[in-house]
């Protein structure tokens, strides 16, 4: 098999590792916020807030050495995405506050809102947190 093929199947792998994890961390986000939205009755905000933040931990632990095989330093690509949540985390919930004024249902707009996040921490976990510490742990 070419370098290129092989390194192709690796990217199809990668990203197939990091929707499953990203998967698993979305039951997290699902089942955290409906259980804090539904049952302890807090708000929108406040659920969403700390459902992202258990589905976030859990995301970046799994993806870091199993998806892409970091020996990075764990505090300093945790700085990085943390620093990637201080930009989603509120233009998340800015559109889920306008989304819900609407009357779209809380569970669709965390839906879609789910998707976004995994496109988008996808690519800058790709190319920015472990865009030269791929493949580096044993």
């Given at each position: 098999?070419?370098?290129q ?5 690796q990217?199809?792998i990668q ?7 990203s ?21 929108n905000t ?14 970046f ?15 300093v ?16 919930t ?13 569970y ?5 809102t ?9 690519l800058y976990c ?13």
């Open positions: 098999m070419s370098e093929k092989m390194t192709k199947k990217n199809i990203i197939i590792k990091f929707a499953l994890f998967a698993s961390a979305g039951i997290i986000q699902i089942a955290s916020f409906t259980l804090l939205f539904e049952v302890a009755n807090l708000n406040v659920s969403y807030i700390i459902s992202l933040s258990l589905s976030v931990l859990w995301n632990t799994f993806n870091r050495k199993f998806t892409f095989k970091s020996a990075a330093n764990v505090p690509a945790m700085l990085k995405v943390a620093l990637f949540y201080c930009v989603f985390a509120p233009l998340s800015w559109w889920t506050h306008e989304l819900t004024d609407m009357g779209i249902n809380e669709l707009i965390e839906a879609g789910m998707l976004v996040n995994l496109v988008t921490e996808y790709r190319f920015v947190v472990y865009r030269n510490s791929m493949n580096t742990a044993e």
